[in-house]
């Protein structure tokens, strides 16, 4: 793989890849998504390949202007209007009743889709370069942590993508928040950088839903996602770990709260700077999985909206996998 600047003239070899049906990564204001042109199932069959990704997770189509999305839904309800004017371009993805020219493949056979307009000036580049939509998960095998950089992307799909474009950080560092519209009211599917608060600022009321992967579980049973290849454990506030001495210890710091480990990252000192530790959370997580540790601890955190979406990753990558 090659990692490209954003400059032009990589921006036109990325979109002219995209046009022959290869794949592109490239950096968003949330995660580096891998993306493939969202028309063509053939290249949209290299993400699921690429990602070892199960055909039951529906991917989100990324547009770079309002006017590409009647081509692609049948019908705009008003809280999607309203809430794509309110937060497009952003961090949020919107549920829609599906046109024809959707592949099955994209929506898990499904009859919506998930669109969404990403903030980062070299996505919105690309995907008005490429001129198509474009299907991006994030660019991680499937149920590892996501990338924040475009060194993670080289280090876990280096083998399976030609170029990804690096934007730099990721600002927002987790993923967008999903709101299903297709029934015409708003269901909170997953909580990201656009909080329920924010989603109430337009339209009164807010329901909240199941992600996609999480329906054929029964309740309160958390599939394993945004995972660690080490063990992660979430300790309750005050908790001490149980671990025996001898393992080697990382310790991913919220607040002021430590432990004894071998090595720390610290998010925040503040633990009510969730937008930091949103931002950090996943670098930090893939430095002390490089280090081959035993064990990572962290403690969990109180709050709503985007406090939620951060515990909801950590609760993610913790739970055993099957
Ligand atoms: O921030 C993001 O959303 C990033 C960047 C790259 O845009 N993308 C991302 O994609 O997080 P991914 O594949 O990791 O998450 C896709 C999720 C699915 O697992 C599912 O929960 C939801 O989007 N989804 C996709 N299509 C859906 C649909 N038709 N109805 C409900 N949920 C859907
Ligand atoms: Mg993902």
Same mark, same amino acid.
């Given at each position: 793989m090659a990692i490209f600047r954003g400059t032009e003239e990589n921006i036109k070899k990325a979109a002219e890849h995209l046009n022959n049906d290869n794949l592109v990564a490239f950096a968003t204001e949330t995660v580096y998504g891998l993306g $493939?042109? $969202?028309?063509?199932p053939q290249a949209c069959e290299k993400i699921f390949q690429a990602k070892k990704r199960p055909k039951y997770d529906p991917l989100i189509v990324h547009i $770079? =202007?309002? /006017? #590409?999305l009647n081509d692609l839904v049948q019908e705009i309800p008003k809280v999607a209007l309203d809430l794509a004017e309110a937060y497009w371009p952003g961090p949020l993805t919107l549920v829609f009743k599906k046109k =024809? @020219? @959707?592949? +099955?493949l994209i929506t898990s056979g499904m009859d919506t889709v998930a669109i969404r307009m990403p903030a980062h000036p070299l996505a919105l580049a690309l995907l008005s370069t490429a001129k198509i939509p474009v299907a991006a998960p994030s660019a991680n095998p499937f149920g590892y942590l996501s990338p924040t950089t475009a060194e993670h992307v080289n280090a876990q799909l280096g083998e399976e993508v030609e170029i990804v474009l690096d /934007? /730099? =950080?990721? +600002?927002?560092g987790i993923e967008s928040t999903i709101v299903d519209c297709s029934q015409g009211e708003a269901v909170l599917l997953r909580q990201g950088g656009i909080s329920a608060e924010d989603i109430r600022r337009v339209t009164a009321e807010v329901k909240f839903g199941k992600a996609v992967l999480e329906r054929?579980? $029964?309740? /309160?049973q958390l599939a394993s996602h945004y995972a660690p290849n080490t063990k992660l454990i979430v300790l309750k506030k005050g908790e001490q770990p149980l =671990?025996? #001495?001898?393992k080697s210890v990382g310790f991913l710091q919220i607040g002021a709260a430590v432990i004894d480990a071998d090595e720390v990252e610290v998010l925040s000192r503040d633990d009510k700077d969730f937008k930091t530790i949103a931002h950090k959370l996943f670098s930090a997580l893939h430095r002390l999985d490089s280090l081959g540790l035993d064990v990572i601890y962290v403690y969990e955190l109180e709050g709503e909206d985007l406090a939620a979406a951060i515990m909801d990753r950590l609760l993610k990558a913790a739970a055993k996998r099957s």
């Open positions: $493939a042109n $969202a028309l063509s $770079a =202007e309002m /006017g #590409q =024809e @020219i @959707i592949p +099955d /934007g /730099g =950080e990721c +600002d927002w054929p579980l $029964a309740p /309160g =671990e025996s #001495q001898s």
